[in-house]
């Protein structure tokens, strides 16, 4: 065995016993995050909650060309450096976002305490680049906000990067921010500690909190970021506080809940989500109203309003909540644009918010044709697609004593044939976004 051979041997036990090590550490890490009570209860909460609203807004917003345009353009940090002076949103008013929100029937607000810029979006005590210290508006627009969402009673989430394109620290360098202009030198774990340190204002210093966002693990997926005492410390000072992360791979120990980025559980139409299988946790997936999440002057590609709704039901269809986005321009205010859709969506989930809230996917597979939610011993059925005047439906568990049109309470006819049942369907609306149909079926033996 010559030398070289000798060497890659060795470094390839050693490989199976890190591997080996890894695997006993992930799993004994797996057994030693146990939810509290308080947590388990607010998973039920926001699985029940169904709609969120998310909300990017930072310094970048005054560009106008959203969140990235750091990384984009490129901007280095001195350049950058001079944007918060231009930050005054004076008609930022948190009640009208708040009021909004809940107009359009979401339950939860998300929204960016540190986008990858790294600037601070509250009054960190830990770095002047904050919009406190920083903006000639001056004011803490998440202590704002959260006051803002306790006084009208919605949870408030934030979203936090944990990529960061400004901090000397954030070193080796990941996928993104090479053209910052920092010095090539940081210290990795003085920057976990600045991070823990922020996440620790956000949870100690605003009152009750949703939970948390992360968002930028992609850019640096080998990093250790020593997930399991950030995560711990978030749950040590807010229990109920859910913990899910934007990193596009399975859920890892202390977390609460996965997302999916622009893509429904289980999609890889962006292929962001490739390696991501569909967890027991409860599920969200976000989407933009444009094509952009940072305020974009120039993206007029509006998804309408019916698309929106489907996009509500069929994420509810497969047991998932739907967080959609907008980015407040830099004067404050939503564009009127989004305004009119988030209003336009309001009226459709007061009328049909039944067959949303408080639901789970149904029994249902779901497919182009629609999907079904169900709650207690009510399957909704809701039809997105479908051009036929009949439609079969295979997996209700129970017999089904009643079937009505949601929209009026008209019943409905239906038939129980082998292998499934069959709805003679009601006659569509024109411009109808989803025919909702409620089945009762027969109380669960006990
Ligand atoms: C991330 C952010 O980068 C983005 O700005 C926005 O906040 C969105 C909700 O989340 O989106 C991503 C995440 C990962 C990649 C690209 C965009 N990626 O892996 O290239």
Known sequence: MNAHFRFRSVSFAAAIVCAML??????????????????????????????????????????????????????NRTGYAKLPAFFNPTKFDPAAWVTLAKAAGMKYITITSKHHDGFAMFN??????????????????????????????IKLFVYHSQLDWHSQDYFPRGR?????????????????????GQLRELFTNYGELGGVWF??????????????????????????????????????PGEDFQMFEKDLPGGHT??????????????????????????????????????????????????????????????????????????????????????IYGARGGPVAAGPWGVTTQRGSTVYVHVLDWNQPVLALAGIPRAVRSARLLRDGSSVEFSTVKGGLVLKLPEAQPEEVDRVMALELEPAKL
């Not at 695997?23 to 909650?49: C, G, H, I, K």
């Not at 993104?176 to 202009?181: I, K, S, V």
């Not at 929106?308 to 269809?317: D, E, K, P, S, T």
């Open 22 to 75: 890894a695997t006993f550490t992930s799993a004994s890490a797996q057994e030693t995050y146990t939810p509290t009570p308080e947590n388990l209860r607010a998973r039920v909460w926001f699985q029940d909650a169904k709609f969120g609203l998310f909300i990017h807004w930072g310094v970048y917003s005054v560009l106008g060309d959203g969140e990235w345009i750091m990384e984009t353009r490129p901007i």
């Open 270 to 355: 962006t292929g962001f989500n490739a390696e991501q299988g569909v967890s027991v946790l409860p599920l969200e997936t976000c989407e933009t109203m444009n094509n952009s999440w940072g305020f974009n002057i120039t993206d007029d590609r509006y998804k309408s309003t019916a698309d929106l709704i489907r996009y509500l039901v069929r994420a509810a269809g497969m047991n998932a909540n739907f967080l959609l986005n907008v980015g407040p321009m830099p004067n404050g205010e939503i564009q009127p644009e989004f305004v009119q859709r988030l209003t336009e969506i309001g009226k459709w989930t007061k009328q049909y918010g039944d067959s």
């Open 124 to 153: 960190s005590k830990l770095t002047d680049w904050n919009v406190v210290a920083r903006t000639p508006y001056g004011k803490d627009v998440i202590g704002m906000l959260a006051a803002e969402c306790h006084k009208q009673g």
């Open 215 to 252: 968002d930028g693990m992609w850019d640096k997926p080998d990093a250790d970021w020593h997930l399991e005492r950030t995560y711990a410390m978030i749950h040590q000072l807010q229990p109920q506080a859910l913990v899910g992360s934007n990193h596009h791979k399975n859920p890892f």
């Open 176 to 196: 993104t921010g090479h053209r910052t202009g920092r010095p090539d030198s940081g210290n990795w774990d003085a920057y976990l500690n600045f991070m823990d």
